[in-house]
């Protein structure tokens, strides 16, 4: 396989990727750079299913919806597919199926004995009551019940879902199962099996992989600023560890737009949006005019020239549009897929480093698993325990994607991608292919 060439790149520019048409690039490309058996790359391009079903939902006024409902499951030659549930408008088969290929990357490179999966339904959550999104998560436990399970297929909560849903889930696919089993998700609250600390730690990995990034580039972070386009989980944490670790965040945003202060802006007096949607845009609402604090679009925060930019809000964010005005010396993906395929390649011919996000978020599946050893084991640990083993799990990725940037003068989206697809390929390898 080869590298595409520069007019395909350029055609590419003209479109936001999808996950899917994303992750199968992403996946050519790392194959160049390993020495793989091409059987092993064409197999790696497809999911092993992708499962479709029907979600009917009584509605408060008595009337029925159907809603669709999907799982994709990628690859699970090193474990059970693992992966989040998300409810949004938008989710399709195709969706699903890129982003379940991203979180067969992601488990390889934190060395998970899992494999990728992801899944959803085509709802807008906010257009449902609370009772009728416990309905609706019921049913469809119900609907996917033969394809999940401890040693199948995992969920967690992903957009639009959270650790209540997570609950009703498991509380739905016990009572058909006859017995309590809470490793069927993770994700789920701590009094009912889920573990502490795996709500922040997509932001504690973020966090994590720029302090890291900051330490490769011989910069110090007390002298480091830092601009976070989203401040939901991921975004705030991030934010709220790198200031405790003495970085200077000096902008942060929500859907509506960000507020900017050179100065610094101070994170912990903001609530993230779990906490309180769009604070963000309240806290600027609240500034005196004599404030130092800017108010600024989400694009323009893009482009602020901060030694640091973490887009932790959506996908395809960074874009071949906006690549070339991106002033940070480092990016650090906080959101699943937020720079294009085109877009990645402008940055790296402008020599700025993109920590990829299969490795930078990474946090969320790696705590879902120490979730799932408590369940297994019936023991919890202590928040402690969980941050400490997180860090040891972020470092030593960490440590084996530096080595393949060290070693062969990789990026280190690729250097990631290499480490998992030299993981994934040996697995099959060494399982084969039956019959």
């Known amino acids: 396989m080869t590298t595409p060439s520069p007019e395909t790149e350029n055609e590419q520019a003209n479109e936001l990727d999808s996950a899917l048409v994303t992750a199968r690039r992403q996946l050519e490309r790392a194959a160049t750079h390993v020495d793989v058996d091409p059987g092993v790359v064409e197999r790696l391009k497809h999911p092993t299913r992708v499962q479709q079903v029907s979600v009917p939902l009584e509605r408060e006024d008595g009337s029925v919806e159907v809603f669709t409902g999907y799982r994709a499951q990628h690859d699970d ?7 989040g549930l998300r409810y949004h408008p938008e989710v399709s088969a195709e ?24 899944g959803g339904i085509a709802v807008d959550p906010k257009s449902l009551t609370v009772d009728e999104t416990e309905r609706l998560t019921r ?35 016990s009572m058909q199962q006859g017995e309590t089993i809470p490793g069927v998700v993770t994700g789920k609250p701590p009094v009912i099996g889920g573990s502490y600390g795996r709500e922040e730690a997509p932001g504690r990995s973020t966090a994590i992989a720029a302090r890291e990034g900051i330490r490769y580039y011989d910069r110090e972070i007390s002298e480091t600023t830092v601009a976070v386009q989203g ?85 395809n964010v960074i874009t071949a549009d906006n690549a070339d005005a ?39 599946v790696t705590v879902s698993y120490f979730e799932w050893l408590q369940d297994i084991n019936r023991r919890q640990w202590t928040l402690e325990r969980v941050n ?47 019959p």
């Open 326 to 364: 991106v002033a940070a010396d480092i990016v650090v993906e906080g959101a699943n897929g937020p720079t294009t395929f085109a877009a990645d390649t402008i940055l790296e011919e402008r020599g700025v480093p993109v920590i990829p996000d299969i490795l930078a978020n990474a946090g969320g």
């Open 139 to 173: 049913r469809f436990a119900e609907e996917l019940r033969d394809a999940v399970g401890p040693t199948k297929d995992v969920p967690a909560p992903d957009m639009g879902t959270d650790a209540q849903t997570m609950a009703w889930f498991m509380d739905a696919y």
């Open 95 to 118: 969706e699903c199926t890129g982003l379940s290929m991203w979180m067969t990357w992601k488990c390889a490179v934190m060395d998970l004995p899992f494999g990728g999966g992801k």
């Open 231 to 315: 401040f939901g989980s991921v975004g705030a944490n991030a934010a709220r560890l790198l200031e405790e670790w003495g970085a200077t965040i000096v902008a942060v945003s929500d859907v509506n737009g960000a507020v900017y202060d050179p100065d610094g802006v101070d994170v912990d007096a903001i609530p993230s949006h779990d906490e309180e949607p769009e604070a963000v845009t309240s806290f600027a609402n609240e500034l005196d005019d004599g404030d130092s604090v800017r108010r600024l679009s989400n694009a323009e925060l893009l482009e602020l020239d901060a030694d640091v930019l973490i887009p932790a809000a959506v996908g």
């Open 77 to 83: 030659v090193r474990g059970p597919y693992k992966g």
């Open 388 to 434: 400490e083993e997180l860090e040891e799990h972020m470092l030593d990725a960490w440590d084996d994607v530096r080595a393949e940037v060290d070693a062969e003068g990789l990026t280190w989206r690729d250097a990631a991608y290499v480490v998992a697809l030299s993981r994934i390929a040996d697995a099959k390898e060494t399982r084969g292919l039956w």
